[in-house]
C-alpha cells in the first residue's frame, strides 16, 4: 500500500475542509485536502446549498470574516459573486449569492497557493487508531489504497467521518429519538421572470413572509421569496413543506429552489441514502411542475440543474470538551476560548413535521463558539469543524450554516498547525496565542 505522510490531515473538502486546509498550509506545515468527488465545495456544490448565510448579525455588524471574506472577494474579482446583499427574504440580514462553478477553482487556486496537497477523488473508509491516538486514515482511489498518515488530524466530513471510524464518541441527531433534520435536493430553475414575481409580491403581500416591509421592496434587488402559501395550500403536492422557498441567481432569469424535504431516513446509512435520492429526484420534478403550472413568474422555466447528491442537514457530530446549547445561542453567550462568532438564528426544519423551528440570538445579536467545541473529549490528536463540530441537536441547527463552518473550518486548521509547530496536543493548544494567529489571519473574534 502506498504510504504518503503530512503533518495535518484534512479530511472533507466542503467549505469548513477547505478553509481549514488553507489556514494550516499558511502556518507552513505540510498539509493534506481528502475529497471524495472530483471537485471541492462540499453541500456548497455536490448538493448546491446556496446562497451563503449569513457573514452578519442582524445589526449588520460583520462577524464572520478571515479567509471566508477573502473566498468572497475573490468571487467578486471574477464575477463569481455581488457580495455581500440584504436579503429580502427577511430571514437574516444579508444572504451571500456565488457562482459554484467559480467558487470551486477560486478554492482550487486558494488551496494550492497555500502549498496544499490534494486528493480528490478518495474516500476515507478506514482509520488506523489506538489509544485515543490516529496514526493514519486509509482512502480508496481508482489506484488503489492509499494510506494518509499524519500527526494532526482534521474532520470536516460533515459527517463526522473520521472521528466515527477512530472510535471517537459521536451523537446523532435530536435527543429521545435520535431523528434529524430532513435532506432537501436542491435544483435550480432557468427562464423565470423575476420582475413578475415581485411585481405578484408588491400587491399580495399577505401571501408572503413579511419580515422585509414589502413596502421596500420595490428599491431592493429581488434575492429569495418565501411563502406563495396559498398556492402551496391548494397545490396537493405530497411533500412535507407549509411553503415555497427559493432564491434567485446567479443569472437573471434563475432560481434555486429549497422545497423538496426527504424525512426520517439517516444521511449515514446507505440504504436510506439510496432511498432518500430517489425520493428527493422525484420531489423536483412534482415541485417543477407545481411551480410552472401555479406560480407567478414560472410559466416558462425549466429545471436546468440538480443537485449531484441530495443535501444533508445534521448527521453524527462529536462529543468534545464542550458542547453548543440552544441556550448559548440564543442567549447570545461569549467564551474566553472563543474562535468564531455568528449571527445566525437557531433554524429547525422539523425532523417530522411541515414548518422551521427559529429562535432569535438575544444581545448584540451573535454569539461565540468556544474552541473546546472542536476538540473530542478521547481522540488526541483529532479536530472537528464545520458541520460536525461538537454542539446540541438545536444549537447545530445554526452552527451547520456555510459561513459558520468556514469559521470554524479556519479555527481547526490554524489549531492544528499550532499543534504541530509547539508540538502539543490540540487540546493543549495555547489558547490566546491561537486567538491571536486567528486575529492574524482577519479572523473576527
Not at 446523532?172 to 432537501?184: E, F
Not at 415581485?198 to 434587488?221: C, D, Q, R, S
Not at 449531484?308 to 458542547?323: A, D, F, H, K, P
Request: with cysteine; proline share 4%; net charge negative.
Amino acid at each position: 500500500m502506498k504510504k504518503v505522510e503530512a503533518d495535518v490531515v484534512v479530511v472533507g473538502g466542503g467549505p469548513a475542509g477547505i478553509v481549514a486546509a488553507i489556514a494550516a498550509g499558511r502556518q507552513g506545515v505540510k498539509t493534506i485536502l481528502v475529497e471524495r468527488y472530483g471537485f471541492v465545495g462540499g453541500m456548497s456544490t455536490a448538493a448546491m446549498v446556496y446562497p451563503w448565510m449569513t457573514f452578519h448579525a442582524d445589526s449588520g455588524e460583520q462577524v464572520i470574516q478571515g479567509i471566508a471574506q477573502e473566498i468572497v472577494d475573490r468571487l467578486i474579482e471574477r464575477g463569481g459573486s455581488p457580495g455581500h446583499l440584504r436579503d429580502t427574504v427577511g430571514f437574516v440580514r444579508t444572504l451571500t449569492p456565488y457562482h459554484p462553478e467559480i467558487y470551486q477553482v477560486v478554492a482550487l487556486e486558494m488551496l494550492r497557493e497555500a502549498g496544499v496537497q490534494l486528493f480528490l477523488h478518495s474516500f476515507v473508509d478506514e482509520v488506523d487508531a489506538a489509544d485515543g491516538t490516529i496514526r493514519a486514515v486509509r482512502i480508496t482511489t481508482k489506484s488503489g489504497k492509499i494510506e494518509l498518515a499524519g500527526r494532526v488530524f482534521v474532520d470536516a466530513s460533515g459527517d463526522a467521518d473520521v472521528a466515527y471510524l477512530s472510535g471517537t464518541e459521536t451523537l446523532k441527531g435530536r435527543d429521545g429519538d435520535l431523528q434529524a433534520q430532513p435532506m432537501t435536493m436542491k435544483f435550480r430553475m432557468r427562464g423565470v421572470d423575476l420582475e413578475q414575481i415581485k411585481a405578484y409580491m408588491i400587491a399580495n403581500p399577505e401571501n408572503f413572509y413579511k419580515k422585509t416591509p414589502i413596502a421596500e421592496l420595490p428599491n431592493l434587488p429581488l434575492t429569495g421569496v418565501s411563502g406563495f402559501y396559498s398556492q402551496w395550500k391548494s397545490s396537493g403536492v405530497p411533500i412535507n413543506r407549509d411553503q415555497v422557498l427559493f432564491f434567485t441567481g446567479p443569472a437573471d432569469d434563475e432560481v434555486l429552489i429549497n422545497c423538496t424535504r426527504v424525512q426520517g431516513l439517516d444521511g449515514t446509512d446507505v440504504e436510506d441514502l439510496t432511498r432518500a435520492e430517489e425520493e428527493g429526484r422525484k420531489q423536483v420534478l412534482m415541485m417543477a411542475d407545481f411551480l410552472k403550472r401555479d406560480v407567478p413568474g414560472f410559466s416558462r422555466a425549466s429545471v436546468s440543474s440538480v443537485g449531484t447528491q441530495i443535501g444533508i442537514r445534521e448527521t453524527r457530530r462529536i462529543v468534545g470538551l464542550y458542547s453548543l446549547t440552544k441556550e448559548d445561542v440564543i442567549a447570545g453567550r461569549k467564551f474566553e476560548d472563543a474562535i468564531a462568532r455568528s449571527g445566525y438564528p437557531i433554524d429547525i426544519h422539523d425532523p417530522s413535521g411541515k414548518g422551521v423551528t427559529a429562535s432569535w440570538i438575544a444581545g448584540d445579536g451573535t454569539y461565540d463558539i468556544p474552541y473546546r467545541c472542536l476538540v473530542p473529549k478521547t481522540t488526541h490528536n483529532l479536530l472537528a469543524a464545520g458541520r460536525c463540530i461538537s454542539t446540541t441537536h438545536e444549537a447545530l441547527a445554526t452552527t451547520r450554516l456555510t459561513p459558520s463552518c468556514m469559521a470554524t473550518g479556519q479555527a481547526a486548521g490554524t489549531a492544528a498547525a499550532l499543534s504541530v509547530l509547539t508540538n502539543v496536543a490540540p487540546g493543549e493548544v495555547d489558547i490566546p496565542q491561537l486567538r491571536e494567529a486567528l486575529r492574524q489571519g482577519k479572523a473576527c473574534l
